[in-house]
């Protein structure tokens, strides 16, 4: 498998300077370091990936060897193992990489783990969990638009408190105010400092010697509150409307989440949706379909004639302009596509059969070949 290109991985240009090859490399880091995505082993290679490319592009020989000769022109630089090209850069080439530039205070290693700078952020955390919750809607509700009322169970801010939790803040005892702990491992590869928030004070140094009564020093209690969510025309299966601080309370007086409302569309027993259309299945009987006429439809407004041509064939598709979906973030609607279908009898009286014959014998040959295909016409009706 071929591998990809180095600027390409860090998200920089080729002209991108040493500070801008740092910096985009700690934010992957940060995003996809091990001690953040326990067993994910996808996370886990793009760390590597991330790693090895900050370590060409960092240093200005082996950075411009890589730009003249690409991937070639680096297999042996150090840190990649037996073999070069990176086959041997493995995840504790990749860790102690991370370490060295971004150890104990370097700026990505406590933005991650919460220590230095990070751990004065209060509110950061204690910041409030968001929330989901599925919405179905109809597709009416979807091809207009609706204002709905969802009922969900979160955390509020306890009101006997304020959400402060209680009184009397003092130095965590377990991490001596720190905010986090350390602990120390060797294997093979040396020594490897770990380092997380203190689970005693939450990461904050503090700890609370007289906690509310009400919320047991956490801040908040639960409820069950009612949302107003307006859906906007045109949503589909999958968008999802954030509505911003209505998810959980913070502890002890953090910011609250915000409630994601994930939209899931109802089955619609006459219409199948297709982008901002609604296509339909009518069926005519012989007579409407060769003589041609006027048939009353459904649409999601209500009812409405629909001309059928003389001489339409079983599968021809229809078009009602402006009687689909409303689009979202614009204008408009979608059309009402009417797929024509021809009804066949089961039973027929004497009468019916006695006319069915004389047309047997007066109507002469089916032609060989259709002009166009039933998924022809299905194509051009949907602009596929």
Avoid at 22 to 40: E, S, V, W
Avoid at 85 to 93: K, L, Q, T, W, Y
Avoid at 201 to 218: A, K, L, N, R, Y
């Amino acid at each position: 498998m071929a591998k990809r290109d180095y600027y390409e991985i860090l998200g920089v240009e080729r002209g991108a300077s040493e500070d801008e090859v740092k910096k985009a490399y700690r934010q992957l880091a940060i995003k996809f370091h091990p001690d953040k995505n326990p067993g994910n082993k996808q996370a886990e290679e793009n760390f590597k990936e991330a790693t090895e490319a900050y370590e060409v592009l960092k240093d200005a020989q082996s950075r411009a060897q890589y730009d003249q000769y690409g991937h070639a022109g680096v297999s042996g630089h150090p840190g990649f193992g037996a073999g070069g090209s990176g086959a041997g850069f493995d995840i504790n080439d990749a860790l102690r990489a991370f370490m060295r530039d971004f150890g104990m205070g370097g700026s990505g290693f406590e933005e991650m783990f919460g220590g230095g700078q990070r751990r004065r952020g209060r509110q950061d955390l204690y910041h409030g969990e968001d929330l989901k919750i599925r919405l179905k809607l109809t597709l009416e509700e979807i091809a207009f638009g609706t204002d709905k009322s969802i009922k969900i169970k979160r955390f509020k801010r306890c009101a006997t408190c304020s959400g402060k939790g209680g009184s009397s803040l003092r130095r965590c005892p377990q991490c001596n105010g720190a905010g986090q702990v350390q602990q120390v491992s060797r294997s093979m590869f040396g020594q490897f400092v770990s380092v997380t928030p203190c689970s005693n004070c939450g990461g904050t140094g503090e700890v609370i010697s007289s906690p509310c009564t009400t919320c047991s020093g956490s801040g908040r209690v639960e409820e069950q509150a009612t949302i107003s969510v307006k859906i906007p025309a045109g949503v589909s299966e999958g968008n999802y409307i954030p509505l911003r601080g209505e998810g959980n309370a913070g502890m002890r007086g953090g910011e609250s989440g915000d409630l994601m409302v994930m939209i899931e569309e109802k089955p619609h027993e006459r219409f199948v949706r297709h982008g901002g259309d609604i296509i339909t299945e009518v069926p005519i009987t012989f007579a409407m379909a060769a003589l041609g006429g006027d048939i009353d439809i459904e649409t999601l407004e209500g009812h409405v004639k629909l001309k059928i041509p003389s001489g339409t064939q079983s599968g021809r598709m229809l078009k009602l302009r402006g009687q689909g979906l409303g689009r979202l973030r614009s204008s408009g609607r979608g059309d009402l596509l009417v797929k024509v279908s021809l009804w066949t009898p089961t039973s027929l009286t004497d009468e019916q059969r006695v006319l069915y014959e004389k047309l047997h014998r007066i109507e002469g040959e089916v032609p060989s070949k259709v002009s166009k295909s039933i998924f022809e016409r299905l194509r051009e009706s949907l602009g596929v």
